[in-house]
């Protein structure tokens, strides 16, 4: 809401400083393998935000925190993608690789972004949640990490999935935004 968004604005300007400065500093790198076009940051961000109930659901899958729950605090889905020079923003990467890290992979490296997930760990732990879920999606130099703030699993409905990965890969591959996780209840299966 925007009364929520206007609470949030003085923690979250700092980290959204920071990002916009990222992208500007992505755009002054030379064209090459690890900068394979001047936009790339400003794609990446698209590509989290439009896939971001994707994402969050293949690091819940990947991390397997219905099962798990503890997992949250020390592992991170690492998302590697490939660049592809695509018109079309939804076919610009593809799936390269998957890996599950050391949280420390991501928090160690910047002060902001480790702050930040802190901030949000701490808001969602009051509010019952397990912790914030840290997925770190890269392509080639440049790197854009989302953190989302999970339930208790006991308020998740969704089915666990050992094809998370597969599933990941054939939504971004095949350029769909309709992604919507599958719960299996009493009443049958349920999307979204």
């Known amino acids: 809401s925007p009364e929520c968004q206007k609470s949030h604005w003085p923690s979250h300007k700092t980290i959204c400083q920071h990002t916009a400065a990222q992208m500007s500093g992505a755009k ?3 064209i090459g393998p690890a900068y394979p076009d001047e936009n790339l940051a400003k794609y990446l961000r698209k590509f989290t935000s439009t896939h971001s109930s994707l994402l969050g659901w293949a690091g819940f899958q990947a991390l397997q925190l219905k099962r798990l729950p503890a997992n949250i605090r020390q592992s ?3 998302i590697e993608l490939s660049y592809n020079a ?3 923003s939804l076919y610009r990467f593809s799936v390269a690789n998957t890996h ?3 949280r420390t992979y991501v928090t160690s490296h910047d002060p902001l972004v480790a702050a930040d997930i802190s901030r949000r760990e701490e808001r969602c732990r009051r509010g019952g949640g397990i912790g914030t879920l840290v997925i770190l999606v ?3 130099g440049i790197s854009q990490v989302m953190p989302v703030e999970v339930d208790p699993p006991s308020k998740i409905s ?3 999935r050992d094809d998370w990965a597969e ?3 054939h939504f971004v591959e095949s350029g ?3 992604f919507k996780p599958i719960s299996t209840t009493a009443r049958g299966v349920v999307y979204g």
Do not use: K, M
């Open 28 to 30: 002054q790198q030379a």
């Open 76 to 78: 991170a889905l690492l």
């Open 86 to 88: 695509h018109a079309e």
């Open 100 to 102: 599950i890290v050391s």
């Open 138 to 140: 890269q392509c080639g």
């Open 158 to 160: 969704w089915d666990s």
């Open 167 to 169: 599933v990941l890969r």
């Open 176 to 178: 769909r935004t309709d």
